[in-house]
Nanobody, 123 residues
Framework: QLQLVESGGGLVQPGGSLRLSCVAS????????MGWFRQAPGNKREGAAC????????YYQESVKGRFTISRDNDNNTLYLQMTNLKPEDTGVYYC????????????????WGQGTQVTVSS
């Protein structure tokens, strides 16, 4: 399993942008599929975006499609989530996740989780 540390969360107004980062240690990032999950207060965790080990395949939740971009820099063991045109519904804790193989973009598919970073979208 990788150790994952997220950063980049914060308070932003609707329509604004944020970029989340996840730095991995304990193994080569190129060997893992990755993802960003989020959880709003009172809601279940959901997969916002997932990406294959090489970056050749990506998946986005319908509600974020066209607004979020997941990417990775394997040379620097870093995963990113670029978020634009943010909405209040995007508020929640965002988690970086990793797995040796990519199944569905669901919580049970990813054994390794970071501690999360808070994103709040409010005016």
């Amino acid at each position: 399993q990788l150790q994952l540390v997220e950063s980049g969360g914060g308070l932003v107004q609707p329509g604004g942008s944020l970029r989340l980062s996840c730095v991995a240690s304990g193994g080569p990032l190129y060997a893992y599929s990755m993802g960003w999950f989020r959880q709003a207060p009172g809601n279940k965790r959901e997969g916002a975006a997932c990406i294959s080990s090489t970056g050749s395949f990506t998946y986005y939740q319908e509600s974020v499609k066209g607004r979020f971009t997941i990417s990775r820099d394997n040379d620097n063991n870093t995963l990113y989530l670029q978020m634009t045109n943010l909405k209040p519904e995007d508020t929640g804790v965002y988690y970086c996740v990793a797995a040796v193989v990519l199944g569905g973009c669901t919580p049970g598919s990813f054994p390794s989780w970071g501690q999360g970073t808070q994103v709040t979208v409010s005016s």
